[in-house]
């Protein structure tokens, strides 16, 4: 079927994919927008995995203080080019992220980051209500598993859901994060960040 020019912008004004690549899943797609653009996700997506072991020595650092001027956060966001660390859609997500950090304070920016240590102790202690509230035996690991789960999604910065989750369709800072390495071809990492609380 053939697609015409303005189907194509629209659609990469859109998503932001390149001319050939909004194109080629609208074709695919056969003329359907919405599955063009699920196309184009699955596409970035696996792009953005490819890029995972690329060097990060570009970057901004962004920082959101809460309007009491009590709370805030900085973090940084590492790229692979300076080009891309002044676009404004890197610096707009640096900036939603320290948002989000400090509104929700996590912990670690991923899971693989929690301490083995710390996650044995909430599972001595998922492990220890389970059994007060008397669960049976073969259901208990299952049950703190569970719990083991949730908690880490508590505390890990990339798994957590977007707190502004109309702006960003409840999408979680890891989906954030790769829509926009797809969008501009490079390895995006957030690097570190730190959460500040007034008396803390």
């Known amino acids: 079927m053939s697609v015409s020019a303005a189907d194509v912008k629209a659609l990469r004004d859109r998503t932001g994919a390149a001319m050939m690549d909004c194109k080629s899943a609208l074709g695919e797609a056969e003329g359907d927008v919405d599955r063009a653009i699920e196309i184009l996700r699955v596409k970035g997506q696996a792009s953005a995995a490819k890029r ?4 990060t020595e570009e970057g901004v650092v962004a920082a ?3 309007a009491n001027d ?5 973090v940084e966001v590492q790229c692979e080019t300076d080009f891309v660390a002044r676009n404004e859609d890197f610096k707009a997500f640096a900036y939603e992220v320290a948002l989000h950090v400090a509104a929700t304070a996590p912990k670690f920016v991923s899971s693989e980051e929690i301490p083995d240590e710390e996650k044995e102790a909430e599972r001595r202690v998922f492990l220890e209500k389970a059994r007060e509230e008397g669960k049976p035996d073969d259901v208990v690991e ?3 598993d569970g719990q083991l789960a949730k908690w880490a999604k508590e505390v890990a910065l990339l ?11 409840s999408k ?4 954030l ?8 071809g490079e390895n995006v990492r957030i690097a570190r960040f730190s959460y500040f609380r007034v008396g803390d």
Request: charged share 35%; no cysteine; net charge negative.
């Open 172 to 175: 979680s800072i890891e989906e």
């Open 142 to 144: 299952k049950i703190v």
């Open 64 to 66: 959101y203080i809460h």
């Open 177 to 184: 994060r790769q829509e926009l390495a797809a969008k501009t």
């Open 70 to 74: 009590k709370v805030g956060a900085m």
């Open 52 to 55: 995972e072991g690329r060097g």
């Open 159 to 169: 798994d957590q859901s977007h707190v502004n989750t109309e702006k960003h369709d």
